[in-house]
């Protein structure tokens, strides 16, 4: 595993609320000098229901500067966190047409990168979180996940996103670029757009609401959601279960969206 995937996973349990102040000092002091890792961190803000942008207190670099030291201390126990938080299972159709997760995280890493459209026929596979929508006013919150193979169908060990008033503001220093273009595959239909006002209102959609899923899908997702902005490309994979969307990041995240199955139809026209 290398650093930024680490501090990938960080990024993931400070959104939490699970991340100990040594550790969150680490987190940040890395992100003030990884440019990768802040575009991550960025693009997991960009789209829940759940945590407030707030400035950065007064202080923080040196703050930062002080903890790190500390920080080392932690790691064994962070790095047991870690490795707990593991997704694994994707739809058949998907398995030849997309990267597993581990590579759609080293592509956001070490690249920044690339923006890409769907494959024909391609049915969703594996998919990340992440873009502004106009008055989003919440971040979503991150959690790493390591890319494991799976019996086909089969969606094991997610994480569902639950609400957690208590959790610690993200920084607004790392606030998001800006979207291009969004892409939508059901089935064989695939609809794309570069229109803010498009792109705005399938955020409101998406973004995660205050409830949390009652059960965790399994199967095949309804819809590939591909967010390209201008730091890359981050996917969703959209489960409509009873006129509800269950939203699952590539990164193991798992939430209710705030929008509707009717909503979304309607929006994709």
């Not at 903890?67 to 962070?78: D, Y």
């Not at 707990?84 to 047409?97: M, N």
């Not at 990168?113 to 991150?142: H, I, M, R």
Request: with cysteine; proline share 3%; charged share 25%.
């Amino acid at each position: 595993m290398s650093q930024c995937e680490i501090y990938a996973g960080l990024a993931g349990l400070y959104l939490d609320g699970e991340l100990g102040r040594a550790e969150e000092a680490e987190l940040f002091a890395h992100l003030e000098q990884c440019e990768s890792c802040r575009n991550y961190f960025e693009l997991m803000k960009a789209v829940s229901g759940e945590l407030s942008e707030q400035r950065a207190p007064e202080g923080f670099a040196k703050s930062v500067m002080d903890a790190v030291g500390a920080a080392a201390s932690e790691n064994k126990r962070t790095e047991a966190r870690r490795k707990r938080r593991v997704l694994s299972g994707i739809s058949k159709g998907a398995a030849a047409k997309y990267a597993a997760l581990a590579a759609c995280l080293a592509v956001v890493i070490a690249a920044g990168v690339k923006l890409a459209s769907p494959s024909d026929g391609a049915k969703p596979e594996s998919v990340a979180a992440g873009f502004e929508c106009a008055g989003a006013e919440y971040a979503y919150p991150a959690a790493n996940g390591e890319a494991e193979e799976a019996a086909p169908g089969s969606i094991e060990n997610r994480d569902i996103a639950e609400a957690d008033e208590s959790a610690p503001p993200a920084s607004s220093n790392y606030g998001y670029k800006g979207v291009e273009s969004v892409t939508v595959t059901s089935g064989n239909t695939v609809t794309h757009t570069d229109d803010a006002d498009e792109i705005a209102a399938l955020a409101d959609i998406l973004r995660s609401g205050a409830a949390k899923p009652e059960a965790v899908p399994e199967g095949e997702a309804d819809y590939l959601v591909e967010i390209d902005g201008a730091e890359g490309r981050r996917e969703l994979l959209v489960y409509a279960v009873d006129g509800e969307l269950i939203c699952e990041a590539d990164n193991g995240r798992v939430w209710l969206a705030e929008g509707s199955e009717a909503e979304l139809e309607d929006t994709l026209g």
